[in-house]
Antibody, heavy 117, light 110 residues
Framework: EVQLVESGGDLVQPGGSLRLSCAAS????????MTWVRQAPGQGLEWVAN????????HYVDSVKGRFTISRDNAKNSMYLQMSSLRAEDTAVYYC??????????WGQGALVTVSS | QSVLTQPPSASGTPGQRVTISCSGS????????VGWYQQLPGAAPKFLIY???QRPSGVPDRFSGSKSGTSASLAISGLQSEDEADYYC???????????FGGGTKLTVL
């Protein structure tokens, strides 16, 4: 059974940093692109970043470029999102999903990140 | 303001057929394949359609997708109360070099 489990969500002050993790199981992790998608309270889905199977290619939404870094550790079947210079508008539930482009077959349950003083 | 335009709401009665549109441009829908997602209240999104019109295993054939030019559509036939949810389209955008989601459509089953 495919499982994606996010962790690391927390309350953080504006300008602070946080690292989210996504632990994958039930499939061959290094065969798939992986993606982060977020959803602000009461809002729609927003694609954040994706990463190629071997980590050699990464893409980001403009609003997080230079502040967020996506990475993965295939030996640990895990993906990460290092977030810095956090802003109030980064407050959202962050989902990890299996897939690179529009085909996200599996999603985690989400991790809540709240940016507030 | 999303790059992909969806109607904010749609509605239908049980048994009816409803269609949700997703309007884009030459850099996204016209040149790439579209996916659709269903999100029930308080839950993670669920994979519904990929490759414009392909259904993953387990998705009822009441759900169908189509694409023409710079627009795509999701059709739900034989509407059921459990179909009440938010629906999102998604596609790669060649200009933005990233994925874009539509703003979402809230479907109400009357």
């Amino acid at each position: 059974e495919v499982q994606l489990v996010e962790s690391g969500g927390d309350l953080v002050q504006p300008g602070g940093s946080l690292r989210l993790s996504c632990a994958a199981s039930g499939f061959t992790f290094n065969n798939y692109w992986m993606t982060w998608v977020r959803q602000a309270p009461g809002q729609g889905l927003e694609w954040v970043a994706n990463i190629k199977e071997d980590g050699s290619e990464k893409h980001y939404v403009d609003s997080v470029k230079g502040r967020f870094t996506i990475s993965r550790d295939n030996a640990k079947n895990s993906m990460y999102l290092q977030m810095s210079s956090l802003r109030a508008e980064d407050t959202a539930v962050y989902y990890c999903a299996r897939g690179g482009r529009q085909r996200y077959e599996y999603w985690g349950q989400g991790a809540l990140v709240t940016v507030s003083s | 303001q999303s790059v992909l335009t969806q109607p904010p709401s749609a509605s239908g009665t049980p048994g009816q057929r409803v269609t949700i549109s997703c309007s884009g441009s030459s850099s996204n829908i016209e040149s790439n394949t579209v996916g659709w997602y269903q999100q029930l209240p308080g839950a993670a999104p669920k994979f519904l359609i990929y490759g414009n019109n392909q259904r993953p295993s387990g998705v009822p054939d009441r759900f169908s997708g189509s694409k023409s030019g710079t627009s795509a559509s999701l059709a739900i036939s034989g509407l059921q109360s459990e179909d009440e949810a938010d629906y999102y389209c998604a596609v790669w955008d060649d200009s933005l070099n990233g994925v874009v989601f539509g703003g979402g459509t809230k479907l109400t089953v009357l």
